[in-house]
């Protein structure tokens, strides 16, 4: 049964830090690549960052130095994307995507990360 669970979200000040994790069940590591997701209030969706089934991680430039994408390749695998000096324009809502070449595109139902004073 393939199964995407964002956990971690919620409010945090400007500065701060959280830690947004995606539980993933049903899906082939060496097929699978996943994206983390936001979509802000009235804006469209970007892309955050990216890890792919070698391992090999992408982040916009604008991301990169603050946000920082891992896995842990368990039996069931999970995704992890560390924030760090959090903005108030990073509030959004965060989507774990997760692409595997043979079971196909499934997203998380979204987590919402407020960061504001």
């Known amino acids: 049964e393939v199964q995407v669970v964002e956990s971690g979200g919620g409010l945090v000040q400007p500065g701060g830090s959280l830690r947004l994790s995606c539980a993933t069940s049903g899906f082939t590591l060496r097929t699978t690549s996943m994206t983390w997701v936001r979509q802000a209030p009235g804006k469209g969706l970007e892309s955050v960052s990216s890890?792919?089934?070698?391992?090999?991680?992408?982040s916009p430039d604008s991301i990169k130095g603050r946000f920082t994408i891992s896995r842990d390749n368990s039996k069931n695998t999970m995704y992890f994307l560390q924030m760090n000096s959090l903005k108030p324009e990073d509030t959004a809502v965060y989507y774990c995507a997760i692409r595997d070449t043979t079971a196909g595109d499934y997203w998380g139902q979204g987590i919402q990360v407020t960061v504001s004073s």
């Open positions: 890890i792919y089934a070698d391992g090999a991680t992408y």
